[in-house]
Structures are given as structure tokens and as C-alpha cells.
């Protein structure tokens, strides 16, 4: 068996808010002990809504973001116990694309420079070679070379999210960090950034870690997805068991929240009810028991913190996944 490229235990990371002005001190955790491996090659879809603390695993992952607790370690190298020469090196196998492809470019630095700026400070290309290497990449995303002496206000979405892909691609990363990169684009070109970075997955052996909030788009590339809640993995199996057999409460929901693009193909949908827990004050039980629509749900699920156990295929944090009578979501549309 191939050992993981990616190892993720029991990562935390926390937020300090309040404090003088602003009120007594109160810890929120952001995201509050995930685990999970990638292999080389492999995709990892990580979803979940707004505030589920997706993208801060990312972030937290790249250390970006400080982590509180847990260990990350790539290669077999602990990321975040690596300084100086080591991280240096790290920063080189693992890149990311981020969500806003106009924010994430600098205005004043045309895009042949921005692609070029990684090369220079690890001094993986002579001077002399840096132009032709950066013409190679924009042509390897789909850009003619001209574009090099562009600047970000110059190009469209797609074509500045294509820049953002090449400068990832600069220093040779083994694995990527998609933060939501389709999520500010036109549909038809989201289809093409997709198939983009399937392409470079396929003729590079890129792992990804692809993070979105929309399902649909997830299962194109994602071999196996992971579901976060309120800072937590609630659901870890192979893409096609998460689609077409759910065991979580809250990833029917998000199914049955997809547009079915077929008029004669009908769904339940799952509309939640009640507040998700406030981040300052987790529960001591299960973070979803306010909004959950299981028919069992209980005393337990209030006191009893789920843990991330298997169920056949999938790793699920529910109690009662197994229950035969839980309400599906109707036909799946993906």
C-alpha cells in the first residue's frame, strides 16, 4: 500500500475574540480536531457551508494559519514544526490556488512577473531561463505567452484563475490546495478550469486538496470527500458512497440542495431548521443536533459527542447512521 503524501491528526485551530473593549475573552474554534490522509495523486474533496472551517484547514495545513494542536506532516517531513532551510523546501512541494483570482494577483505587477516571482526567490531557474520557463506554464494553463506582459484589471476571471494555476505550478508542487478556485467564475468557465486542473493532475501526479461548497462541482475531480460541520469532519468516504449513499443527516442536506437541471427528476428537499451552535460556546454532544432531522435522535446525541466511526464504506460522526428508516433525499441529480 502507498503511504499517504499528506498526513492530517487531529488538527486544531483556534481564535482568541473579545478581550478590553470588546468583551470578556472567548476562545472559537475554527476547526476542532480533523484528520484525515492523502495519497499521491489522489483528490480529497473538502466541503461544507460558509463558516464550516474548510477553508481554514487549508490555510492551517500551508501554515498560513497558525495551528492550536494537531500534527500535519508531508512527505513524511512535520510541517509545522519545520523552520528555516526545511519549510523553505516544503513551500516548494505544496502550493495553493486561492478563491478570488483578482484579489489574490497583485495590480501593479504584470502576470509574466507574477508567475516569474516564485522562481526568483527559490532560485529553481537561472535568470536567463526565467522568461522562457514562465512562457512554457502560461501555455501548459491554456494562455498564449503574450499574456505575460498583461496586467490582472487586463483579463477576464477565468484567465486571471489561470495565472493563479501557473504560479502554483512554478516551483514544481507535489500537491495543491484548491481553496474554492471555480467559485467566482461564469459556469461554462468553471467547466474549463476544471478540466484544467484534471488535465495537470493527470500529466503532473498532483494530489489535491479541493475545497468548495457545492457537491456537483466536487465530484468531477474529488476521489473521496470529507463533509465539515462547525470546525469538524462529519463524513469521510469514497465520492461516489457520499453521493449516492449519504450516512450523515447534514450531507443529505447539502445533496438535496443541489439544482436538479431535469424538470422530470424530482427531490426532497431538505430545508434545516433551528440555529447552528454559537462558535464561542460548542455543545458538549453532537454539533448538529440543533438542526438534525433524524427520526432517533435523542438525549444521547445532546450529552454523547459523536465520534468519527465506520460505517460500511464511509467514516461518519453520527450515532445513528446505521438507522435503515433515516429519510433519504430522493433521486440523486449529480
Do not use: W
Not at 19 to 28: D, H, I, T, Y
Not at 50 to 57: I, N
Request: net charge positive; charged share 20%.
Amino acid at each position: 500500500m502507498t503511504a499517504p503524501l499528506l498526513e492530517v491528526r487531529d488538527l486544531v485551530t483556534r481564535y482568541e475574540t473579545g478581550g478590553f473593549l470588546r468583551g470578556p475573552r472567548r476562545r472559537v474554534f475554527a476547526v476542532n480536531g480533523v484528520s484525515f490522509d492523502l495519497a499521491p495523486g489522489e483528490t480529497l474533496g473538502l466541503v461544507g457551508e460558509s463558516g464550516s472551517g474548510k477553508s481554514t484547514v487549508g490555510r492551517t495545513i500551508l501554515r498560513l494559519t497558525p495551528a492550536t494542536a494537531g500534527s500535519v506532516r508531508f512527505g513524511g517531513t512535520d510541517v509545522l514544526a519545520s523552520e528555516g532551510a526545511a519549510l523553505r523546501a516544503l513551500r516548494c512541494r505544496m502550493q495553493i490556488v486561492f478563491q478570488d483570482p483578482y484579489s489574490s494577483l497583485d495590480p501593479r505587477m504584470s502576470l509574466g512577473r507574477a508567475v516569474a516571482e516564485g522562481l526568483e526567490i527559490h532560485r529553481l531557474v537561472p535568470r536567463a531561463g526565467i522568461e522562457a520557463r514562465v512562457a512554457r506554464l502560461f501555455e501548459e494553463v491554456g494562455l498564449d505567452p503574450s499574456y505575460m506582459a498583461r496586467y490582472p484589471h487586463e483579463c477576464s476571471g477565468g484567465q486571471r484563475q489561470r495565472v493563479g494555476i501557473a504560479r502554483a505550478l512554478a516551483v514544481n508542487p507535489e500537491f495543491l490546495i484548491c481553496d474554492e478556485p471555480v467559485s467566482a467564475l461564469d459556469v461554462s468557465v468553471q467547466a474549463q478550469v476544471l478540466n484544467l486542473l484534471a488535465d495537470l493532475q493527470k500529466a503532473r501526479g498532483l494530489a489535491f486538496l479541493f475545497i468548495a461548497h457545492d457537491l456537483a462541482v466536487v465530484r468531477q475531480l474529488a476521489h473521496r470527500i470529507a463533509v465539515m460541520y462547525f470546525g469538524r469532519v462529519v463524513e469521510l468516504a469514497p465520492a461516489e458512497a457520499v453521493i449516492q449513499r449519504p450516512r450523515h443527516p447534514y450531507t443529505r442536506a447539502l445533496l438535496s440542495a443541489v439544482p436538479v437541471p431535469d424538470p422530470a427528476r424530482q427531490r426532497v428537499r431538505i430545508v434545516l431548521s433551528g440555529e447552528p451552535p454559537r462558535p464561542s460556546a460548542p455543545p458538549s454532544g453532537c454539533p448538529f443536533y440543533s438542526r438534525c432531522y433524524h427520526p432517533m435522535k435523542n438525549q444521547r446525541c445532546i450529552d454523547e459527542l459523536p465520534p468519527l466511526r465506520r460505517v460500511e464504506e464511509s467514516m461518519v460522526a453520527c450515532h445513528y447512521a446505521e438507522h435503515s428508516s433515516f429519510p433519504a433525499p430522493g433521486p440523486a441529480a449529480l
